[in-house]
């Protein structure tokens, strides 16, 4: 079994700083790509941001120079900094994980349940 919590939603204002993090446990023999997917409501989920195990960063053109991932792999942690917050980031933030599980060494995608930020104009 592989679980991934989020934490670190919330509201805040337009311009303002948020910090989400997610950790990942259970029968995890690597992590490939960790990620931040978001979804607003009425829209479809979409990717925000992915970091590799080498720790190659690749974002989304709309927070670009705002965001910022970053993970530690002897953790399984992956953390994703938000900066000049504006409304349209608003939605369900759902951390995500590429992993090969350490029982027979498949290769599946986890999702962790979510967590809400709301920026306020």
């Known amino acids: 079994q592989v679980q991934l919590v989020e934490s670190g939603g919330g509201l805040v204002q337009a311009g303002g700083s948020l910090r989400l993090s997610c950790a990942a446990s259970?029968?995890?023999?690597?992590?490939?790509?960790m990620g931040w997917y978001r979804q607003a409501p009425g829209k479809q989920r979409e990717l925000v941001t992915s970091?590799?195990?080498?720790?190659?960063?690749n974002y989304a053109d709309s927070v670009k120079g705002r965001f910022t991932i970053s993970r530690d792999n002897a953790k399984n942690t992956v953390d994703l900094e938000m900066n000049s917050l504006s409304p349209e980031d608003t939605g369900v933030y759902y951390c995500?994980?590429?992993?090969?599980?350490?029982?027979?060494?498949?290769?599946?995608?986890?999702w962790g349940q979510g967590t809400q930020v709301t920026v306020s104009s």
């Open positions: 995500n994980a590429d992993l090969v599980t350490a029982d027979f060494g498949g290769r599946s995608v986890y």
């Open positions: 970091i590799t195990w080498g720790g190659n960063p």
């Open positions: 259970g029968n995890i023999f690597c992590i490939i790509t």
